[in-house]
């Protein structure tokens, strides 16, 4: 079974652009989640998606939005970035995101976003 | 809100010798609790879950509701073992939040 697969993997951008990062979950996996990892915050939990809805969000600006298609594939977008917003942006899957023993998390390669 | 909290950023042993990985957590509810490993140039992954009660690798790790820790185990390290450590707790909106990780270094 493939893994999740993130596009691109690199990316540079310059302050005040947009960028729309994508990720391909494990095949049957419904749900989707983002997050951000920076070497002072940390992983920081950005929003989940489940069936096209978003069922979670986290403490993040609305700079920083996503969504989600009816393959389960996820887009996440931000908006006017700023030099803050360079991290690596991990996405997981799973398969309905309860957490239960049989629902394990698996994390894509990741995005690194350089905003200069 | 709740918050994990991973004391040590990073931790060296010898190979053989037993290792523990502290995390502390708080939070009001009934937490999960997880921890995760991403090993050099890999995926993070998960290793376990304390609902599942399992040895993975040779790790356990338990609950303890009363001093709010989930701290790792291993009772002889080997160096394959080197990697990053995140503890994670899910809240009952199913949000991860994770410590800020240790970097465990296993010496031959």
């Known amino acids: 079974k493939a893994g999740v697969t993130q596009t691109p993997r690199y990316l540079i951008k310059t302050r005040g652009q947009q960028v729309t990062l994508s990720c391909s979950p494990i095949?049957?996996?419904?749900?989707v989640s983002w997050y951000q990892q920076t070497p002072g915050q940390g992983l920081q939990f950005l929003f989940e998606?489940?069936?096209?809805?978003?069922?979670n969000k986290g403490n993040f600006p609305g700079r920083f939005s996503g969504r989600q298609f009816s393959n389960s594939r996820s887009e996440m977008n931000v908006s006017t970035l700023e030099l803050g917003d360079s991290a690596l942006y991990l996405c997981?899957?799973?398969?309905?995101?309860?957490?239960?023993?049989?629902?394990?998390?698996?994390f894509g390669p990741g995005t690194r976003l350089t905003v200069l | 809100a709740q918050r994990v909290t991973q004391p040590e950023k990073l931790l060296s042993v010898f190979k053989g010798a037993p290792v523990e990985l502290k995390c502390n957590y708080s939070?009001?509810?009934?937490?999960?609790l997880f921890w995760y490993v991403q090993y050099s140039r890999q995926r993070l992954q998960l290793l376990l879950r304390?609902?599942s009660r399992e040895s993975i690798k040779g790790f356990t790790a338990d609950l303890n509701k009363g001093e709010t820790s989930f701290h790792l185990k291993k009772p002889f390290a080997q160096e394959e073992d080197s990697a990053m450590y995140y503890c994670?707790?899910?809240?009952?909106?199913?949000?991860?939040?994770f410590g800020s990780g240790t970097q465990l270094t296993v010496l031959p």
């Open positions: 997981a899957s799973s398969l309905t995101g309860t957490g239960r023993s049989t629902d394990t998390q698996y």
């Open positions: 998606y489940f069936s096209e809805t978003q069922r």
């Open positions: 095949s049957g996996h419904r749900s």
């Open positions: 994670a707790l899910r809240d009952s909106a199913r949000q991860l939040t």
């Open positions: 304390h609902i």
């Open positions: 939070y009001s509810g009934s937490p999960e």
